[in-house]
């Protein structure tokens, strides 16, 4: 056995921002334990993604055609991908981290008798594949054992996607054989969650507005950062108190739990009742004119300012960057 | 005055047909007691046993009877007025027991005191001078009730009310007009009939009205269950709380039965006064209804029909009705019984209280938060870790170890520990004490609580805990005892005023030293505190103290915070001050079941507190303090100073370098 | 319908751990166990479709004997019956090795429907429910936030990247796994803790151990977690410096 192939998965048409680092994973795999490394892409039509593949150092690309790929059925893609597989005899095979690869990857590599290495974030010499443990608070050591090929996911954001370096591959297609029987669930069109006035609990981005804002009428500027970010307005209970804001906005123990990727905190000083509202956040960003306000002990960035100064400087830096 | 003069006539010569007259009127009258009677007593009697009730020791008992019944001090401390009026009429009612016996001895023909002998004319001019006292306060007492009509009384007049007035009046009137007539005269015949038609129809109304307290009341008050707000451990594996008619015990049947509808525990409950569905008297009567038509055998359940199920949810168990009640109602096991029952049977669906049961279920905290914060806090502030050897035990609790306003009060207790040289340490793990789901009736992870908190003092040795949470102190002290034995607790402001006399005087601070002091840190207000380090409030300033609900009414702590007050500046009460202060409104587990329905209690109390005028707003309490925080901050910049009384403590301690590690 | 639930017995989500002598696992003595936190769901789940349709939950895990109270709080939350593989060596085995384990007492018992959590909060691999599916030929489908029964089958929810949904039809017998947050969580009563010391509890051995494929050699420290960054200047100039570092140092943006 051997070779390193790697899943390319699509996103809206194209190839996805986690499958090119999952490329540069494989990249440096493929440094480490001297082999070649290829990709595949897998479904119906796939020749767009393919070129965009070609221009890569990769030495394979292989499409792998079905009319029955083309949605995504985890038996689909197992029963084409476990052919492919039996066929090449890969010793690696790399797959992005996506949720798509979490219902598959670990039914394919049972087929072979093995198990994921998932959601990797480093990969070192041995290979030693570096995995967290306890919600992020240890990481652990992995290695392959024994016979058949070794299946690994990566990351989001643990290999970067511009690492990979430009070359030129073949592209060949290989036709798996699915009878329509063997395909048991079928998966509808993708959606969105009921479109709610306020839904603060699933929102990714939330900028909350606390006492610091001082004024009603300066609401408004903190309304614009938030729509310049893309994000929903939250607010700390002394503005839902005083009718500033309405209280399906109130983040708090008392009012919404948020986990959010990102939520920044304008004037709040960081009271119990509204941290524990908060603290499923991703990251957690805080401007405040109090250098000693608690908020900036669970902050990951803390602005110690003006906030009628800093939140327009602020809107302005956002609306440049996703220029 | 003529009545002193005048004597008692006492109609002679009844005859045989008035006596036999008589016979069958007391027979009849009797009979229509004890018909009703019965079957009060037998509901009483037929619910269960109280299995974890007490006799012994008596002499509490007996001391208890003395002043709530025999010298009503309850009733007439908590309302002057009307509660002197009717501690006349029973010890009216108290004097005339020989008068009455004497009364019907007479019709019979064997009357036993003599009007004009010695002691029977001082007898009976004393009655008079008290049935005086009597027919006035009946009088002031029924104009109340139905000219004048407090809230409390509730919007229905009470036409019994109305008889039973009347027929005190009469039967004090027809006493005293006998006073004025002779003995032939057939006026003091009439007088003597309608005096005892008026005690006959009495008697039978008696059982059928509120009016048995009359005979309830004292055995009530004598039975309390030996301590306020005891909450009885439930009994076997099938006890779940009150749930149905088969739970309600002797004493919770006693109590329902006992209740005069006085309304005291209404008027100062912090829920129905900020228009909650929760009305504690209606709870009682709720389940007295329950009694009269279902009965202590029926399966029906106590919440429904009889008390919506939500009141119970709304009350903050801050005590004011029992601690209100002049019949001896326990109002608060009874609520947190309905909780239970609710509760532990998980038919109680609340996205807050569940969230708050699973915190306590997989985590140490109340907030749901991770015990490295707590962890994080005290390598920070760098307290000492109990290790067996120090003295005191200091339990920082979900406030203070997690809410930064109580990790101030925490850091600036344990400067003034440091400046006293007292031995101490924080447990390098602490669960939460249990108080919140123990208030809302959650047996389960209380249970669990106390148990592993037992056991983890147990094993460190723990002899002394010092807190800073009333909370805390009541339910290690009191809940725990049913799973094991706690260390001895205090609360910080019995610590402190201990050792009042080792801390600064406040003649010590003037204006060339101020700089010397630290202030305690207000982030009320943290971006224009005036007391910002280095600055001192004048010494002179007001202080308002607002009594926390579980430190007053629970410990009969009142003072302890305000000798720490006085040393701190000038004291200021409340209109609601020591046992009638009004709660904030966190207790009961409601700090943590999200947003009240109607005005907000801790904003009602802030805007008392603020009303008094005072600089400076101490508290004792975290909860107090946190909601207080967030109702002052409405008044912005405006709002006094919050401050527990350990910050206004630490203020005048000598300045140190703060070494933070 | 007959539903399995595989649960987790998990160290406390936020249990001060240090790492072992061997630093291949963390010191277990003094540590406090729980029910991981995705299982819960999948509990919840079963129990719904039970008090909707009738039938029966068993709640079925692989632990040592520590395991007892989390069985015992799952059939305090409603659970029928329980299965206990006795099990000491969980972490020799992989994700393969663990789901043979549930295989071998899954397979008797033929369910209608077989639950697991999306993942464990100790090792987080969210492979077992996948794997237990293709060992046992059964069709699944995973990140599932809602169960629906239908004549056909079931139709369930599943979650998908960045506020996404899907539907999914399938028949049964099937595996789902269950993302957390999909309903909300019933508490732990005292009834049901009383009530859960009559209901059945089977213990069986485990299979012997065989050669895993994937080993974990060791166990360490991630670098020191970064503490918060104040960042300093002109309005200006921190509004520039946050949002650099929001895009491409915590990538949120």
Known sequence: MSGIWIVIEARDGRV?????????????????????????????????????????????????????????????????????????????????????????????????????????????????????????????????????????????????????????????????????????????????????????????????????????????????????????????????????????????????????????????????????????????????KDPDAPIFEAADYGIVGDLMEVIPALTEAVKTAKQ | MLLFTATLAEPRLFSLAEKLLLVVLVAASATGFWLRFRVVLGKILQSKPDVSFHLFPIGKRIWEFVCEVLFHAKVIRQRPLPGLAHAFVFWGFCAFVLVTLNHFSVGFGVGFLDPTGRFGRFYFDLAAVFAVACSASILGLFVRRFLIRPEWLGEQLSYQSGVIAFLIFLLMVTYLASFFVAEADPAARVLWWVHTLALLAFLPIIPHTKHLHLVLSPATVFLSRGSFSRIPPLAGDEDF????????????????????????????????????????????????????????????????????????????????????????????????????????????????????????????????????????????????????????????????????KGREIITDFARIMNYLGTSYGVLRKEKCCGDPVRRLGNDLVFQQLAEANLQALAQTKTRKIVSICPHCVRTIQEDWREFGAPPTVEHHSEFLARHADQLPRPSTISATNSESFVAGHDFSRAATAPNSPGALAPAAETIVYHDPCYLGRYRNVYDQPRALVNLAGELVETPRNHERSFCCGAGGGLVFLGEETGERIGKVRADELVATGAKTVATACPFCNSIFRDALAESGDAAPQLLDIAQLTARRLPKIERTES | MKIIVAIKQVPERDAQMRINAAGKWIEESGLQFALNESDAYALEEALQLKEKHGGEVIVLTAGPERVGPTIREALAKGADRAIHIDCNDLGARDALGVARLLAEAVKPESPDLILTGLQSDDLGQGQTGVILAELLGLPHASLILHVDKTDAGLTVKRELEEGWFQTIDLPTPAVLTIQSGGSKLRYATLMGIKRAKTKELHTVAAAELTAPAVILERIALPQKQKPTQILSGTPKEVAAALVEKLKFEARVL
């Open chain 1, 16 to 288: 996805s921002r986690i499958s090119w680092e999952a490329v540069s994973a494989g990249q440096k795999l493929a440094a480490l334990t001297n082999q070649d490394f290829n990709a595949v892409v897998i479904g119906a039509g796939t020749e767009g993604l393919a070129a965009e593949v070609i221009a890569k150092a990769l030495g394979k690309i292989v499409r792998i055609e079905h009319p029955r790929l083309a949605a995504y059925t985890p038996d689909g893609f197992t029963l084409a991908l476990q052919q492919f597989i039996e066929n090449e005899r890969p010793a690696q095979v790399v797959f992005p981290h996506t949720y798509q690869v979490r219902d598959y990857a670990p039914k394919l590599a049972a087929r072979f008798g093995q198990a994921l290495i998932g959601d990797v974030t480093a990969i070192s010499e041995g290979p030693v594949f570096t995995r967290q443990l306890m919600q992020g608070r240890l990481n652990g050591s992995y290695r392959h054992s024994g016979d058949g090929p070794c299946f690994v996911s990566v990351q989001a954001g643990a290999f970067r996607a511009d690492a990979v370096q430009s070359g030129a591959a073949t592209v060949t297609v290989f036709t798996p054989t699915i009878e329509a029987a063997q395909i048991r669930t079928r998966h509808s069109e993708c959606f969105r969650g009921a479109a709610q006035t306020v839904d603060l609990a699933s929102a990714q981005l939330i900028v909350g507005v606390g006492r610091g804002i001082r004024d009603p009428a300066n609401i408004p500027l903190a309304q614009e950062l938030a729509t310049a970010l893309g994000a929903e307005l939250g607010a700390s209970r002394p503005i839902c108190d005083a009718g500033w804001l309405p209280i399906e906005r109130q983040i708090g123990s008392s009012g919404q739990t948020i986990a959010p990727k990102l939520y920044l905190a304008l004037g709040i000083s960081g009271a119990i009742q509204h941290m524990v509202g908060i603290k499923g956040s991703q990251c957690i960003a805080a401007v405040n």
């Open chain 2, 241 to 404: 709380g009150l749930i149905d008619g088969t739970d309600l015990t002797r004493l919770v049947s006693l109590q329902a039965y006992s209740c005069v509808e006085c309304g005291r525990c209404t008027e100062h409950c912090p829920a129905a006064a900020t228009g909650k569905l929760l009305n504690p008297k209606e709870i009682i009567l709720g389940l007295r209804g329950f009694l009269n038509d279902l009965g202590p055998t029926s399966e029906e359940p106590l919440l429904g029909k009889y008390n919506p199920p939500q009141a119970p949810f709304q009350c903050t168990t801050c005590g004011a009705c029992e601690f209100q009640c002049p019949v001896g109602i326990e109002h608060l096991p009874i609520l947190v019984g309905l909780r239970r029952g609710a509760v532990n049977t998980g038919t109680w669906q609340d996205d807050y209280g569940s969230k708050l049961f699973l915190a306590l279920e997989r985590g140490s905290n109340a907030h749901g938060l991770a015990t490295s914060e707590r962890d994080k806090f005290i390598e920070k502030v760098g307290l000492p870790i109990f290790d067996g050897t120090q003295e005191y035990c200091l339990w920082l609790g979900c406030m203070g170890g997690y809410d930064p």
